[in-house]
């Protein structure tokens, strides 16, 4: 036999043993580092709930809501046998709330912080919130601070104007809470109705407080 494939054979007859007890003892302790790591996000997440925690009880849906503000264009599916076009509720995801103008301070108080399934809906009394698995609530019309499109809330970034923020005050905070919609294409029709209804709450409002200085 050639020296070379002496060498060769030497080589495959060599071939070192798989260590077994070292892979094993690297993945159990990867587990173990994420679990901790898991579990501080977990204890960060309740110290924040914590700290939040003068946040008050959020609104419920009044008994007469009143009628949808936004429309949808008429189609076979949808369309009341009475004609007419039909109440628009936007159907998209809840991407958690704010400090308003500060993206990353995240509420988590309350179940602001959990993100899910969300149908809006919008009257003259104010904005419906359902959040199916999720708590449920509902911004007065006199809560709402405004609404502008933009692209990122703590945790989630998109593309520019791929998120609807709602400003609005509960207690003695100003909250920005952002959504999505199904069809992104509404967020612009959501911007102005919400803009207009905040408005005229406002200048409603500061009418009347003038009428009872006098």
């Not at 400003?167 to 029709?189: L, N, Q, Y």
């Amino acid at each position: 036999m050639t020296p070379p494939l002496i060498h060769l054979a030497e080589a495959q007859k060599s071939a070192p043993v798989t260590d077994w007890a070292g892979r094993i003892a690297w993945v159990v302790g990867l587990l173990v580092f994420v679990a901790f790591v898991y579990w501080l996000m977990r204890q960060g997440w309740k110290w924040r709930g914590t700290l939040q925690g003068d946040l008050p009880e959020l609104p419920s849906t009044p008994d007469d809501p009143g009628a949808p503000r936004l429309t949808a264009g008429p189609s076979p599916a949808t369309t009341p046998s009475g004609g007419g076009k039909p109440p628009l509720t936007m159907s998209g995801r809840y991407h958690g709330s704010t400090t308003a103008g500060q993206w990353l301070d995240r509420i988590v108080a309350r179940g602001l912080g959990t993100r899910s399934r969300v149908e809006l809906t919008l009257t003259d009394q104010g904005l419906d919130v359902v959040r199916p698995g999720a708590t449920d609530f509902f911004v007065p019309a006199a809560a709402l601070r405004g609404a502008r499109l933009d692209k990122g809330i703590a945790g989630k970034v998109l593309t520019e104007g791929g998120l609807l923020i709602v400003t609005w005050r509960h207690g003695d905070k100003e909250i920005d809470s952002g959504f999505r919609s199904d069809r992104a294409a509404e967020h612009p029709a959501w911007v102005e109705a919400l803009t207009a209804l905040s408005t005229t709450t406002s200048t409603t409002t500061e009418h009347t407080e003038t009428e009872g200085a006098r």
